[in-house]
């Protein structure tokens, strides 16, 4: 069983920075491809960002591209969503997910997507302010 934390959220203003992190537990985190999603008030949770379980093959949404950066630390089992330039669309519930994507093939065909992924954190949210 995977365990999910996620934690660094809070109220920051547009045009802020903040760091979020996700520890993992319960399997070997080199083993796990990781992502980001996020759900606003009213919406759809949405993808954010995802890293491969090696930590080289990084994808992004449209909306955050260039402004949020995803990284992770397999020493410390510990996964990074790095988020500059805040804007007002940017407030949401943030979720860590984790799984075994397969290849790199894979990978590259279902990162992006939630029913990818089964194992889910709590949430943390994000609240940007003027």
């Known amino acids: 069983q995977v365990r999910l934390v996620e934690s660094g959220g809070g109220l920051v203003q547009a045009g802020g920075s903040l760091t979020l992190s996700c520890a993992a537990s319960?399997?070997?985190?080199?083993?796990?491809?990781m992502a980001w999603f996020r759900q606003g008030g009213g919406k759809e949770r949405e993808f954010v960002a995802a890293?491969?379980?090696?930590?080289?093959?990084?994808t992004y949404s449209d909306s955050v591209k260039g402004r949020f950066i995803i990284s992770r630390d397999n020493a410390k089992n510990i996964m990074y969503l790095k988020m500059d330039g805040f804007g007002f669309d940017d407030t949401a519930v943030y979720y860590c997910?984790?799984?075994?994507?397969?290849?790199?093939?894979?990978?590259?065909?279902?990162?992006?997507?939630?029913?990818?992924?089964?194992?889910w954190g709590q949430g943390t949210q994000v609240t940007v302010s003027s």
């Open positions: 319960g399997i070997p985190f080199s083993k796990l491809d």
């Open positions: 997910a984790a799984d075994r994507l397969g290849n790199p093939g894979r990978w590259n065909q279902y990162s992006t997507n939630l029913r990818s992924y089964n194992y």
């Open positions: 890293i491969d379980r090696i930590g080289t093959g990084t």
